[in-house]
C-alpha cells in the first residue's frame, strides 16, 4: 500500500469519493465525519496525511488542525467551500500543507496528496505503490496516466466518463444512483445534471459494450440507478 490517509468529511458523498479515490490511487483510508473523532483517529492510526474539511462539526477544521500542530507531525490538506483570502491564509499559518477549495476535482486532489507526501518526505512509501490500475469486468483504468482499457483496447474517455468509470470499476456490483454518479463528476462537469449522467452512461457503453443496445457491463438496475457488471479481473 502506499500510505494510509485520514479523510475528515462532513459530507458522506464527498468523503466516499474521496475513499475511493483514494484505494484507486494505491492508498488505504479512515474515514470521520466530524473534528472530534478525527483528532481520536490521528492517535489511533497514526495516518501518513490528513485530508481535512474546514466545516466539520463538534470542532471546526481549523482547531483540529491547531491541536495537530501542537500535538502530531502529520502533513495536511485542508479542504473547504469557503475560498475568502482571510480564511486562506489562516488555514496556511495554522500549519495546513495545502488548501483547496471545494468543488474540486479528484484527480487533482490525489496529485496534491501525492505531492505533500513526497514533501514531507514520506515518498518513500508513496513511492513503493506497485499497480494503481484498477480492473473489473475485462476494464482497467490508471488514474495517474488517465488511461482506460477495455479488453487491452485502449479507449478514449471524457473527464466525466473516466470518473464514472472509475468509481464503478473499483467498486464493481455496487448499485449507483445517478445522484452519486453525478456528484463523481462535479469536478469535470460542474454544470452537469442527474439526466447527464444517463448520457454519459449511453456514450460509455458504445465504447466498452461489443453491442451497446444489449450491454453485459453497464447495466441499468430500473429505479434506482447502474451497475458493472462482470466481477473483478
Do not use: W
Not at 100 to 121: C, D, F, H, N
Amino acid at each position: 500500500m502506499c500510505a494510509h490517509v485520514l479523510v475528515a468529511e462532513d459530507d458522506e458523498m464527498q468523503a466516499e469519493l474521496i475513499r475511493r479515490s483514494l484505494l484507486a490511487e494505491g492508498h488505504t483510508a479512515t474515514v470521520v465525519h466530524d473534528g472530534r473523532a478525527a483528532l481520536d483517529a490521528v492517535r489511533r492510526v497514526a495516518p501518513d496525511l490528513v485530508v481535512l474539511d474546514l466545516m466539520l462539526p463538534v470542532i471546526d477544521g481549523f482547531g483540529v488542525c491547531r491541536v495537530l500542530r501542537r500535538d502530531a507531525d502529520v502533513p495536511v490538506v485542508m479542504l473547504t467551500a469557503r475560498s475568502a483570502e482571510d480564511d486562506v491564509l489562516l488555514g496556511l499559518e495554522l500549519g495546513a500543507d495545502d488548501y483547496m477549495t471545494k468543488p474540486y476535482s479528484p484527480r487533482e486532489l490525489m496529485a496534491r496528496i501525492r505531492t505533500v507526501l513526497r514533501r514531507s518526505g514520506r515518498a518513500a512509501v508513496s513511492d513503493r505503490r506497485e499497480d494503481p490500475v484498477v480492473r473489473a469486468a475485462g476494464l482497467s483504468v490508471d488514474p495517474v496516466r488517465h488511461e482506460v482499457r477495455c479488453d487491452g483496447t485502449p479507449v478514449e474517455c471524457t473527464p466525466a466518463e473516466f470518473e464514472i468509470l472509475l468509481a464503478m470499476v473499483a467498486e464493481p456490483e455496487r448499485v449507483f444512483s445517478r445522484r452519486q454518479l453525478l456528484e463523481v463528476t462535479r469536478g469535470t462537469d460542474r454544470a452537469s445534471t442527474e439526466r447527464a449522467v444517463d448520457v454519459h452512461i449511453m456514450n460509455l457503453r458504445r465504447k466498452v459494450e461489443a453491442d451497446p443496445r444489449r450491454p453485459v457491463r453497464l447495466l441499468t438496475v430500473f429505479g434506482v440507478g447502474y451497475k458493472l457488471s462482470g466481477g473483478r479481473g
